[in-house]
């Protein structure tokens, strides 16, 4: 694992943009695996921003989304497809038909998580994947548990990770209960994988995912067995590193 501490978030988000950017320039038709959630909007802004200087297209990328609330609509404000829509697709030139984030709101849940890991499958792997990471350790939406899923799946969402997103949706109640998430094995299988996570409420996870057994109750533990991961943290989240 190669562990990053950066005094700035600016810096640490030029840096993740510059990665994806660097893989763009040497493999235009990659796949990136994305991420939502606070910590990956600044890395986003920055991808705008290089693609406005004509420093990076993403005109013969794909894009994978890693997760999906249960129950809202594409168009709903907190849906992680119009995240992803507002946030970054709208500002560059990844042709909308090449993104696909799941749909929360498939009348047919098992078989749209089927076809959001054909769709990987189809492509070969995941050329990079985003994370960020929640208090309680999942990555995408894979919750701790005595067992982990491997692929594309739907999950009961913690009372924990439904609290920790309230703050987007204004109450509680309004946070779906379930979600469509990658697994753990579909993560697994990316060939590279960048972990990024800001601020002193995510230093104990960090220091458990990264330092700690590799368990199940700590899923973005599992990155430890991955031969192809680039941990960037701010001083907060990372401090105890040095
Ligand atoms: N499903 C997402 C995760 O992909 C994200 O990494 C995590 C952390 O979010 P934040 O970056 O806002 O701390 O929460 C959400 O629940």
Avoid at 125 to 136: E, F, P, T
Avoid at 213 to 238: K, W
Wanted: charged share 15%.
């Amino acid at each position: 694992m190669n562990i990053r501490i950066f005094n700035s978030r600016e810096d640490l988000n030029a840096t993740a943009a510059a990665v994806i950017a660097g893989l763009l320039l040497t493999k235009p038709q990659a796949m990136l695996g994305l991420a939502t959630g606070s910590t990956p909007i600044g890395i986003y802004q920055h991808l705008a921003d290089m693609y406005r200087k004509g420093q990076v297209s993403f005109a013969r990328a794909f894009a994978v989304n890693l997760d999906e609330y249960v129950g809202l609509s594409q168009d709903h404000p907190q849906s992680y497809r119009r995240f992803m829509n507002e946030h970054l697709f709208q500002h560059i030139d990844i042709p909308i038909a090449h993104t696909r984030v799941p749909d929360g709101n498939a009348l047919d849940l098992a078989a749209e998580c089927a076809a959001h890991e054909q769709a990987i499958l189809d492509h070969g792997h995941v050329d990079l994947q985003l994370l960020g990471i929640g208090h309680n350790g999942h990555i995408g939406f894979n919750e701790p548990g005595r067992s982990l899923t491997g692929s594309t799946h739907v999950v009961d969402l913690e009372e924990r990770t439904r609290t920790a997103n309230a703050r987007f949706f204004g109450h509680i109640d309004a946070v779906p209960k379930q979600a469509i998430t990658m697994g753990v094995g579909t993560i697994l299988k990316a060939k590279q994988i960048v972990l990024v996570a800001f601020g002193a409420d995510k230093a104990d996870i960090i220091k458990q995912a990264l330092t700690g057994p590799v368990t199940t109750e700590c899923p973005a533990s599992l990155l430890q067995c991955h031969p192809n991961v680039l941990i960037l943290l701010d001083q907060e989240a990372g401090g105890w590193f040095n």
